[in-house]
């Protein structure tokens, strides 16, 4: 949790975060994940001033605990000080024991956010999926909370000015808003409806940049005229040219009958997709079973 200090932009973890997408998809399935087409709602997750604290954060938990389909689990939330935003004790179940920092007590609002990653915790624990380290694990679970529908609130409680800023989770904002674009082109949604902070709407508008450029890499035929250009002269080269510039994801290299296939990412999944070289092509990713227009 970043309080009044500085916070950290850019994409700095953004290959981790892709990796993320792609263990979710091999984990859950692509039928899995279809059933989460609806993020939480504000109403769901509202805490006024006047609320009881421990039976509004209850309250909350037990909203997320149903979003994520764990119908067994039952959150216990409790408050103290820490450095942390939260902290949740990862054990066999069903109770599972959540401290919150004490800062909620007087930022409610944002409860709802620091609920849904250490919720997810126990979603990605009972599913026995990790990261190793403890880096790539915070961002394993920032990545499954917002792609799977509960992520928005962690950009929203994202507010920074010349005097102060807060952000809560592992992602910088704009990585947030990175995998909360891929969720809406997935399920047509916008979640940008739903944000009360301005900082977190530029996040999400500045991710979604970002994965529509997914969408534009050579060899898919809504690549621009560069990038075309570039895979053109790659292509001449291959597989004997020189190694790829950085940015470039696809890769050449011959098949056991010395014919040329190309690999490149998935625009939706990441998982890597191998096809000839030989012209207009249309692949089937088999993991998220997105349909791609090729120019190989």
Known sequence: MANDGPVEHGYPHLETVRAAITALYKRLSYDTIQT???????????????????????????????????????????????????????????????????????????????????????????????????????????TATTYLGAGWLLLDAFREDGASSQKLGYLTPEEFGYVLAKRALVFGEDPSVWFTSAQAYTAYVKGMELARRDERQPPLTAAGWAGRRRYARDRRHAPAGPPPQPGVRYRFSPDGGGRLRVSFPCPTCHQRIRVPVRGRVRARCALCRSVLECDT
């Open 36 to 142: 989460f087409p609806t993020s939480v709602v504000p109403a769901d997750v509202a805490f006024c001033d006047t609320d009881d604290l421990y039976l509004g954060a209850q309250r909350v938990a037990h909203e997320l605990v149903r979003h994520y389909r764990l119908p067994d689990a039952r959150l216990i939330v409790s408050f103290r000080e820490m450095r942390h935003a939260a902290n949740v004790e990862l054990a066999a179940g069903p109770e599972y024991f959540v401290e919150l920092n004490d800062r909620f007590r007087t930022h409610r609002r944002d409860i709802g956010a620091a609920l849904a990653h250490e919720v997810m915790h126990v979603y990605l624990h009972r599913l026995d999926l990790s990261f190793p380290g403890v880096r790539d694990n915070e961002i394993l679970t920032d």
